[in-house]
C-alpha cells in the first residue's frame, strides 16, 4: 500500500528560487504543504500562495533579541500544519539548539558549496579565490553547528576560468534546483 506524500514545510527568506524547485518537484514522496518566512515580503510567499499552498510570514523583529520565542511561533506553526519534514532553503537565521533539536533528523539545508569547504556566507568568492577547479552544492541535515550536519548529497560543476562570483553562483544555483528536490525525495522515501 502507498503511503501519502511526506508533509514538508519550506522556510525561506528571500527569492525562494528553491522552494520553487522543491514545489515543482514534489511528487509520490513528498508535498509542499506550508511555505514560512521570517520576511512578510519575500517573493517566494506570493509565488506558492498563488499556487494554492499555504504561506506563513512570522517575522523576527518583534522578537528582539528573544530567538527561541520567535522559533517557538515557526514551531507551532510547522506543527499547526502537521509538517513532517522541513527544508531550508535561502532562510537566512541561524537557528537556535532548540528548533534544530525539536527537528532533529527531520530538517535539510541546501548550501551553494562542496561541504565541508566554505560553510557560511560568501562561498563562491571563495572557492574562486582559492582556484578551485569544481564548485558545487550541498544538501544536509541540520545540527547545531551552522553548514556542519551530515551529508546527504552533493552536485558538482566546472569553475570556468573567466568565472565571477556572480557567473559561479549562477551556475551553482542551477545545480541546487536538480539537487534539492531529488535529495528531499529520496530522503523521505527513507523515512
Ligand atoms: C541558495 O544559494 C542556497 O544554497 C543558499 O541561499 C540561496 C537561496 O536562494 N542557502 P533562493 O532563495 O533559493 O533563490
Known amino acids: 500500500m502507498s503511503r501519502p506524500p511526506v508533509r514538508v514545510a519550506v522556510l525561506i527568506s528571500g527569492t525562494g ?6 514545489v515543482e518537484g514534489g511528487g509520490d514522496a513528498y508535498a509542499v504543504a ?3 518566512s521570517n520576511r512578510a515580503e519575500a517573493p517566494g510567499l ?3 500562495s498563488e499556487r494554492g499552498i499555504p504561506t506563513i510570514a512570522i517575522p523576527h523583529a518583534p522578537y528582539g533579541k528573544d530567538r527561541q520565542a520567535h522559533e517557538a511561533a515557526i514551531d507551532e506553526a510547522l506543527r499547526d500544519h502537521d509538517i513532517q ?3 531550508l532553503a535561502g ?6 539548539p532548540w528548533l534544530v533539536g525539536r527537528w532533529s533528523g527531520r530538517m535539510l539545508n541546501i548550501h551553494p558549496s562542496l561541504l565541508p569547504k566554505y560553510p557560511g556566507l560568501d562561498t563562491h568568492r571563495r572557492a574562486l579565490e582559492a582556484g578551485d577547479a569544481e564548485a558545487g552544492c550541498t544538501v544536509h541535515l541540520v ?3 551552522v553548514d556542519e550536519g551530515p551529508i546527504l548529497n552533493q552536485a558538482r560543476v566546472p569553475v570556468m576560468a573567466d568565472d ?3 557567473t559561479l553562483a549562477a551556475r551553482v544555483l542551477e545545480a541546487e ?3 534539492y528536490p531529488q535529495a528531499l525525495a529520496a530522503f523521505c522515501a527513507g523515512l
Request: hydrophobic content about 55%; cysteine-free.
Open 17 to 22: 528560487s528553491n522552494m520553487r524547485a522543491l
Open 34 to 36: 506550508l511555505v514560512l
Open 46 to 48: 506570493a509565488w506558492a
Open 85 to 87: 519534514v522541513v527544508a
Open 91 to 96: 532562510y537566512m537565521r541561524v537557528l537556535t
Open 143 to 145: 545540527s547545531e553547528g
Open 164 to 166: 565571477t562570483p556572480e
Open 177 to 179: 534546483h536538480r539537487l
